[in-house]
């Protein structure tokens, strides 16, 4: 039998810490599909195909992940279309255990499917892609933390002189 697993996410974009998981949830299962999934907190910052396209350059030499988005669907049902047997996260710490107790717990609820955490490698504990995102938009550098593909449309984004703040005022 295929053992399958499912490494869901949004990320918008990937990082180094979930490349990480998604090398080694390979080297632990047959198939990976890593699903791109809508989180209702989130709003995106690249478009779905980007996001593909980005983790799809991480893993072009596992032959045994593929990459796909899912729109408008729970994960379980993500799991049960796909064949999967488990849910594959990384945990960074006890904040990640937090959040992702929840869902691990109403995924099984809902159809037993278990998910595995995997502990996040320190070198990555403070790699989240919302905090990238945040250092590189006023100009930190992200290097080693996303690929230099992701670093670079970062920095194309970043705020330009007459763009627009939060709270009205221009930019510069
Ligand atoms: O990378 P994220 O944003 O932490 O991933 C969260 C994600 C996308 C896996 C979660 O929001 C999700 O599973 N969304 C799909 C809808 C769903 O099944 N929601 C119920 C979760 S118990």
């Known amino acids: 039998m295929t053992r399958r697993a499912v490494c869901p ?19 632990l299962f047959d198939e990976v ?3 791109i999934l809508h989180n209702p907190a989130k709003t995106g910052t ?14 072009a030499d596992l032959p045994g992940v593929r990459v796909e ?12 279309e796909v064949g999967a047997t488990a849910i594959v996260k990384g945990l960074r710490g006890g904040t990640d255990f937090a959040y992702e107790m ?6 099984r609820h809902l159809t037993g499917v278990e998910t ?10 403070h790699v989240s892609s919302s905090l990238v995102k945040e250092v590189a938009r006023f100009g930190g550098d992200v290097t080693g933390l996303v690929s230099d593909a992701v670093r670079d449309a970062l ?5 330009r002189p007459g763009e627009v703040l939060g709270d009205g005022r221009p930019v510069g």
């Open 102 to 107: 929840p869902m691990a717990l109403m995924n």
């Open 9 to 27: 996410g949004s990320y918008d974009p990937v990082t180094a810490g979930h490349v990480d998981v998604l090398r080694r949830a390979a080297g």
């Open 116 to 125: 595995l955490f995997l502990p996040g490698d320190p070198r990555f504990e």
């Open 33 to 35: 599909i890593v699903a």
């Open 155 to 159: 920095i194309e984004r970043l705020p």
């Open 46 to 59: 690249f478009t779905i195909d980007e996001r593909i396209g980005y983790i799809e350059d991480e893993v």
């Open 69 to 80: 988005a899912f729109a408008n669907r729970l994960l379980v049902d993500v799991c049960t």
